[in-house]
């Protein structure tokens, strides 16, 4: 009868351990979470609404570095953007040497299509 227990007390770990890992995947969000709280951190200072925009600071910078600024750009909520500047976390990127690309948007702001070459005049 234990051994039965220990089997059945094994799979319910088992089976707990696999749905927090998988979790988070199956349902098809981004996984860059993390980041985005670590970018808002870091640089909020840069990335506040008032006052005038300050270049980041070194440990700004890094985060920035190893983040994927589109993902984030993926997943600004509305009460994201109520704390931090859309345009300014732009502006970081490209300071940063990251600038955002081949996203549609970025939290609620449209991202300007980039213009085709004209064609040359006959």
């Known amino acids: ?5 220990v089997i059945i007390l094994q799979i319910l770990v088992f089976t707990l351990v696999f749905t927090m890992f998988t979790k988070h995947q199956a349902s098809g969000e981004p996984e860059c979470y ?3 709280e670590s970018v808002m951190y870091q640089c909020r200072e840069t990335l506040k609404h008032t006052g005038r925009y300050e270049h980041p600071t ?3 910078r890094r985060v920035v570095r190893r983040s994927d600024l ?3 750009c ?3 909520s ?3 953007e109520a ?3 859309i345009g300014r976390f732009l502006q970081l990127a490209s300071e940063c040497g990251k600038p955002v690309t081949g996203v549609p948007k970025c ?3 449209t991202m300007p299509q980039p213009r085709s070459p004209r064609p040359p005049r006959a």
Do not use: L, T, W
């Open 1 to 5: 009868m234990m051994g039965i227990r």
């Open 34 to 36: 993390a980041q985005k």
């Open 58 to 60: 070194d440990s700004c």
């Open 70 to 72: 589109a993902c984030i």
């Open 74 to 76: 993926g997943i600004f």
């Open 78 to 80: 509305i009460e994201d």
């Open 83 to 85: 704390r931090i500047s």
């Open 107 to 109: 939290g609620s702001y």
